[in-house]
């Protein structure tokens, strides 16, 4: 990545289209996301263009002869592999990770399954649906379950249980199937909610300070994280250094292990007697007023204009050729 003090002429970034919107559930995010990086770009002098794939024709994106493209979409069709494809065969490099990686992160189930296969810490937990056996999925999990969508994000379809009965749990799994016909059901940690940023590719890829969330009764759902001011942000968290080292070097060794590059954020519960485990990957931020980066990256020294155009320099392609 390059180095983000280093002056440079953002005109050096050529046409730049930025994509938001979109047509997932969590398409007011992204604008509003958008927004924000629109805005510092516009500031910066980036001749920038914006581009939402559900109102805006994908020929036009073609015929724009954009140097490189924003991604400011979240969730399905932006943060899924289908609009990084899309820039692939058009040979528009973009932000973030790739295709194969953003496929497998935007997979909650997927993405466990890699990350155990490197060692790295995750929740017990199992697919499920509609029809499958409640009493079973307790037997091996417990009573005390999150219950998620498997390819949504933004805690959309979220549901966590305490003591859950059969039918509770039968309740929340059927709530999350009429979002996604793969839902995830994964023992529920007790303890800090974390979030790691990861800025750079290869071997620059590097961690930003921690943040710990701290929201009302411990429930961090889509209201609190982007409309309300309830929640308190700890930035950098107040971890003593040899376990923030170790999350950080854990949540940069995921990040590779699923073939991240630019920037993505990691979630992390952290129980009381210092384990922790990486609960997904968000490989497209977000950058709204309430967003997490824009903080992680301040308190590193980089403002939110240059958070963008730091990223945006980083844009780049899967196939070179």
């Not at 003090?5 to 398409?27: H, T």
């Not at 805690?155 to 799994?173: F, N, P």
């Not at 009381?272 to 931020?285: C, I, K, V, Y």
Request: charged share 25%; aromatic share 6%.
């Amino acid at each position: 990545m390059a180095t983000e003090n280093k002056p440079f002429d953002p005109a050096s970034l050529g046409k730049v289209v930025l994509l938001l919107g979109g047509r997932s559930s969590e398409r007011e995010v992204s604008l509003m996301s958008g927004k924000g990086v629109y805005d510092a770009l516009v500031e910066a002098g980036v001749d920038v263009t914006r581009f939402d794939p559900q109102s805006d024709d994908l020929a036009e994106l073609e015929k724009g002869e954009y140097d490189r493209a924003m991604i400011s979409l979240h969730g399905r069709f932006g943060e899924d592999g289908t609009i990084q494809g899309v820039l692939e065969y058009l040979r528009i490099p973009y932000t973030g990770p790739g295709v194969r990686a953003s496929a497998i992160a935007i997979d909650k189930a997927m993405t466990k399954r890699v990350w155990r296969t490197f060692n790295i810490p995750v929740p017990k937990g199992m697919l499920v649906t509609k029809d499958s056996d409640m009493g079973f999925v307790i037997q091996e999990l417990g009573r005390d379950l999150v219950v998620k969508p498997s390819h949504e994000g933004s805690s959309i379809g979220l549901t966590k249980l305490k003591d859950a009965t059969v039918e509770e749990l039968a309740d929340a799994v059927a709530k999350a199937s009429n979002l996604d016909h793969q839902v995830l059901v994964e023992e529920r940690i007790f303890g800090r909610e974390l979030t790691v940023t990861i800025l750079g590719s290869g071997e620059d890829a590097r961690a930003l300070p921690i943040i710990e969330i701290v929201a009302p009764n411990g429930d961090y759902d889509y209201q609190n994280k982007y409309f309300t001011n309830d929640v308190r942000y700890d930035c950098p968290a107040n971890l003593p250094q040899d376990l923030a080292d170790e999350i950080a070097r854990t949540c940069v060794k995921a990040y590779h292990a699923l073939g991240g590059r630019g920037w993505s954020r990691i979630d992390v519960m952290l129980t009381e007697d210092g384990r922790f485990a990486l609960l997904e990957m968000n490989t497209s931020p977000g950058m709204t007023a309430h967003s997490l980066v824009p903080l992680s990256a301040k308190v590193s020294g980089l403002s939110y204009q240059e958070l963008v155009l730091s990223v945006l320099r980083d844009a780049s392609l899967d196939l070179k050729h």
